[in-house]
């Protein structure tokens, strides 16, 4: 099994189960991505907006967006049609557009007032990642935002990381890309007035007792921040926001 087909693999089927259980209750996470995208939305001139997930999955996110957005329009794409097919079985989302669709390769003629990648930064690195920014920014409209999730670091420091573990058995990469990589990026492709917000938990996680089990879990500092990890590897996830000129 290559790399791409074990990550289809895992995203196909653990993923989706994961998701499962954020259907009816909001990720921490989510509840800063909404309000953010609430905010912005709240000073944007335009009044039909149209909001664009890249990698939507089984559409949960968008699914509580809706919940707080109920005036806008919402695309969802993701790589695999199995997941795209879970998406639009999903009576809660019929009126929201699905489409298989690569972000490497974005096919839309039209533009969109709102860009959402939450958790989708991270698979790409280098001239990939350039062509993921470069096509997103030719879909988001003039004022329009990108809003992503990921983790980034505030240091000059872009890391690669190679996982083998239960959720991954073959090598799954995952790239955590500095503040500096994605504001030299997003200033090329005609984004300003960008912002980090690096994401603090308000809650405790416990990663439980079954270390092959890789969970997601908290660790409190001396200051009482919560410090996100999984497994052994600290994720500095953090909201990030940018304005198309
Ligand atoms: C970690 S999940 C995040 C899902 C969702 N955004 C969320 O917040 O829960 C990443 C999603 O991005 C999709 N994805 C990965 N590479 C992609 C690509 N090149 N184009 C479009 N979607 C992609 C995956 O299939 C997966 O559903």
Redesign the pocket.
């Known amino acids: 099994m290559s790399e791409g087909e074990s990550?289809?693999d895992y995203?196909?089927t653990k993923?989706l189960e994961y998701?499962k259980q954020y259907a009816g209750n909001l990720r921490e996470s989510?509840k800063v991505l909404i309000a953010l995208i609430k905010e912005t939305m709240s000073n944007y001139p335009k009044k039909n907006h149209r909001l664009l997930?890249?990698?939507?999955?089984s559409g949960?996110?968008i699914l509580h967006l809706k919940k707080a957005l109920p005036m806008v329009e919402f695309h969802g794409?993701?790589?695999?049609p199995e997941?795209i097919e879970v998406s639009k079985s999903n009576p809660d989302l019929s009126d929201v557009i699905f489409n298989v669709?690569?972000?490497?390769n974005l096919t839309y003629q039209d533009k969109f007032d709102f860009i959402?990648?939450?958790?989708?930064l991270s698979?790409f690195k280098g001239d990939e990642l350039n062509l993921?920014i470069s096509n997103v920014a030719r879909v988001t409209d003039s004022g329009g935002w990108l809003f992503a999730?990921s983790p980034l670091n505030p240091f000059e420091q872009e890391i690669h990381i190679i996982e083998i573990s239960t959720a991954h058995p073959r090598e799954a990469i995952f790239n955590f890309h500095s503040y500096l990589t994605m504001e030299k990026l997003l200033r090329n492709h005609g984004f300003a007035n960008l912002e980090f917000r690096p994401f603090s938990i308000p809650i405790d996680l416990d990663g439980g007792n079954d270390f092959r089990d890789l969970k997601t879990y908290t660790i409190r500092t001396a200051q009482g921040e919560r410090l996100n990890f999984r497994g052994s590897l600290f994720q500095p996830w953090c909201h990030l926001k940018a304005r198309k000129e």
């Open positions: 990550r289809r995203l196909t993923y998701q989510d997930e890249v990698g939507c999955s949960n996110l794409i993701d790589l695999f997941i669709m690569d972000v490497r959402v990648m939450n958790a989708v698979y993921v999730f």
